[in-house]
């Protein structure tokens, strides 16, 4: 829907015509005294400073009039957008592009929380979009780069803050700590008698007891129903019990969630479900920075892929939750903070919706900072919160394939296995100058 650009300035003038010396005609202004209703603003606005500069009573109760006159130079016009509804009814999210001409936001509510996504004007600082807005009548106008003009119909600019805009990731001054292309896969070797421990990246246990016992390869607080696997491991067996769960395929890293075999589960207390978990307990870690990952989820009632980080120092929390995807969702994107400075668990959960994630590879990512994290999906922000007060420390890189828990329900008979989180790759970059 186009919202057509309000017509020019009507007036009543004496018609030309012979007919009738007393008749009068309603026209567009085409009168011999009329002046281009720009000229006429222009005079009226250097009346107006002359009054207001002697302190005219005449300019001052004029004033207001006049700034509606200006205002309405330059009536909204654009193709009007509609808002897509996030989860649960919270807010809208209007998706701005660069190079599709002027739009309008009607129904934007700042009490609600709605967003508004900027894609492609390369902005990543609010403070450089502050500076393009300006406050047209009742409606707030943004000149955006390029000439693009968006107008947020009944809105006063001082409503829209930092949390309103959704920018992209600034990329200015990153430098490359860590990556991984999986090309290979660099295992960090546990639990094998003929190989030594260690010489690799990816350590494929949490570490929270011995390698062989499932404190360290499931998290029983959630509910999960998988034993994380890996070469070396056997649980009670006396030699390992040949699942792999991680294999390369085409440069990219498949971590493979199936159905345990029924051979196997005596030696796993039963569990039901076999998955991989990767993490750099032993590798790498960092305080701040921008942490990210390129990857296709699967899709499946009971499946949980994750992509999170952890203090070095094992501590808990606090936690950054890069990306949680329930299966049976694949259209929404779950990010979160925990924490427990003030001596109680908190977090700052946010419900994204985006594209199915099954469907396509994405770019997940976090832009962890002293005072702010924000997360991103695909090179744009999705969400904020202020940085806990115990969250200043080294943390290390995990992601993984969860199933089943509390949260995100068992798998039913819609549920495909195997199952498979597909990784492009993960890389993590410091900020030559932190923010």
Same mark, same amino acid.
């Given at each position: ?110 009490? =609600? ?316 970059? =410091? ?5």
């Amino acid at each position: 829907m186009r919202i057509k650009e309000a017509p020019d300035l009507q007036q009543t003038c004496r018609d030309s015509t012979p007919q009738g010396s007393q008749a009068y005609a309603t026209r567009r202004s085409k009168c011999a005294y009329n002046m281009p209703r720009r000229v006429l603003l222009l005079i009226a606005g250097m009346l107006l400073i002359s009054d207001l500069v002697t302190d005219s009573p005449t300019g001052i109760k004029n004033a207001a009039y006049l700034r509606g006159a200006f205002a309405q130079e330059s009536p909204p016009k654009g193709d009007l957008i509609k808002g897509e509804v996030k989860p649960y009814g919270e807010l809208y999210v209007f998706d701005i592009r660069h190079g599709v001409g002027d739009r309008i936001i009607d129904g934007y509510n700042a009490q =609600r929380g709605d967003k508004i996504r900027l894609l492609d004007f390369d902005l990543t600082d609010f403070n450089r979009v502050r500076g393009m807005l300006r406050q047209v009548g009742g409606d707030a106008q943004l000149r955006l780069p390029g000439g693009q003009i968006l107008w947020i119909l009944k809105t006063q600019i001082d409503s829209l803050g930092a949390h309103t805009f959704q920018l992209q990731l600034d990329r200015r001054g990153l430098v490359p700590t860590f990556a991984d292309e999986f090309n290979e896969f660099s295992w960090y070797a546990e639990g094998l008698n003929d190989h030594p421990t260690g010489g690799g990246t990816w350590r494929t246990n949490f570490g929270y007891a011995p390698v062989q016992h499932l404190g360290s390869r499931t998290l029983g607080s959630n509910g999960e129903l998988q034993v994380y696997f890996d070469r070396g491991f056997r649980g009670t067996a006396s030699t390992p019990l040949g699942i792999e769960p991680f294999r390369i395929v085409n440069g990219t890293l498949e971590i493979v969630g199936d159905k345990a075999p029924e051979n196997v589960k005596p030696f796993i207390s039963n569990y039901e479900y076999t998955s991989g978990l990767i993490t750099t307990q032993f590798s790498f870690s960092q305080v701040y920075g921008v942490f990210e990952m390129r990857a296709r989820m699967p899709k499946g009632t009971g499946l949980w892929p994750t992509f999170w980080l952890l203090p070095k120092d094992r501590s808990w929390p606090p936690e950054i939750d890069i990306i949680e995807i329930l299966g049976q969702e694949p259209t929404v994107l779950h990010t979160n903070a925990h924490s427990k400075a003030n001596g109680v668990h908190t977090d700052a959960p946010d419900v994204i919706r985006v594209p199915d994630t099954s469907a396509d590879f994405h770019l997940y990512a976090v832009d962890w900072q002293k005072d702010e994290i924000r997360w991103y999906f695909d090179g744009f922000e999705v969400a904020r919160a202020p940085t806990p007060a115990d969250m200043h420390k080294p943390m290390y890189i995990l992601a993984g394939l969860p199933i089943g828990g509390h949260w995100v329900g068992r798998p039913d008979d819609s549920t495909h296995f195997p199952a498979v989180l597909t990784i492009d790759w993960i890389r993590a970059y =410091r900020r030559a100058t932190e923010p």
